[in-house]
């Protein structure tokens, strides 16, 4: 009887060698076991900070007795303290890696979120809220360098795109379980009167809500333990020192630019869509929820078509087209009327003006050398987070000085300049 012997490896080899292709060719370009691994935790994390924690955060301090400049200062206090972390969280990166820094963040995110809702005092909210900036700023540095490696250069930006749209759906969905929680919440915590919460069990529900989206924070850092530890792609460590100091600091500043006025549009509107559509329409909670949340699902559908506008135009040109068409759509919103005419501009405002992100990171990313990938992300993070800061600052000031309508003219006037600074700083790439 004649025993079988396994294959040779090299016949192994061979053989991997001819299904690999195949099985590449099966699989949609920038996905792999890496990246759902990633989009996981960008569910997670998304549908529990962006979603929930976050379109219950105003809510929650108006319940507790905050007018519009507190909640303003409060909004502002992360910007501040990303600010502040940005630069040196890139060499901190480099030193403990990537993946350790997203798993510690997420972590400390999600106790930052649960300690913003267990006190009414503002110095507690505070300093829950800065440190809150401070994780997220970390969180954010490294989610683009880390990417960046989970697949080949010429598969990122439709990988970009279809974590965009994982983000989007996710922040979608949590926004509209967002808006239904606390009376879920109440129902649970055996507080709800007559179907209706009265205003002194609001400040509870919310809390409770607010904390359950700290819970989803922490389930959030699974997925990323699952993945390798140093991802195929990624390029050893190098002196710090030596690094920074031959960084290419005018180019990385110049191609970061455009995120400084990406943040001043984006904090007078993000942070105050709820107050903004309860101030123009009078609507309810759960109403904010639903309309919040369809303007986040088209942020995550309009950039799958990145790839196509990118082949067209290129990712310059077609950001600054994209900001242009953009910007007229939020002339739209501010000068509609009627809600759904509203919610239409909306949505396509905020859509469009989201394939900022997915089209400029790669483009950020593969302008630069891998080395210089953290540092480019940090000094993208301080121009955002300064934007960021300085117009939430001010949105109390704006509204009671301009009102509303007026404030969403000056975004548009803000989104405009942004496809004009990518035009001028990137070029034709």
Known sequence: ???????????????????????????????????????????????????????????????????????SLLQSLPR???????????????????????????????????ATALTPHFLVIAVSRFCWGACFGANQVVKSPFMVTLTDRSEHTAQFAYHNLVSMFAVALGSAVGGLLPILMSRLLSIEAAGALRPEQMPLAYRAAIIAASGLLLLSMIPILALKNRPAGADPRRDQLRLTARAPWRRILRLAFPLLVFGLSGGLTFPFFNLIFRDLFGISDSAIGSVIGLGWLAMGLLPLLNPVWEARMGRAGALTALMFASALAFVGFSLSQALTIAVVFYVLAIGIRNTMQPLFQPLLMDSLDAAYHNL?????????????????????????????????????????????SIRLTAGRR
């Open 1 to 71: 009887m004649r025993i079988r012997r396994p294959a040779p490896r090299s016949a192994m080899k061979a053989l991997s060698a001819a299904l690999l292709p195949v099985i590449r060719r099966r699989r949609l370009p920038g996905l792999n076991r890496q990246v759902l691994l990633f989009l996981c935790h960008s569910l997670l994390f998304h549908i529990g900070l962006l979603g929930i924690a976050d379109i219950l955060l105003n809510f929650y301090l108006v319940s507790i007795g905050y007018d519009s400049m507190a909640i």
């Open 80 to 114: 501040l303290s990303g600010f502040l972390i940005g630069l040196p969280i890139g060499l901190v990166a480099n030193r403990i890696g990537n993946r350790r820094l997203i798993v510690l963040s997420s972590g400390g995110i999600a106790l930052s979120v649960a």
């Open 376 to 420: 480019a992300s940090s000094v993208g993070l301080v121009f955002w987070n300064i934007g960021w800061f300085a117009s939430t600052l001010g949105f109390g000031w704006l509204q009671t000085e301009i009102g509303t309508r007026h404030i969403m003219l000056l975004v548009a006037i803000l989104v405009l300049l942004n496809g004009l």
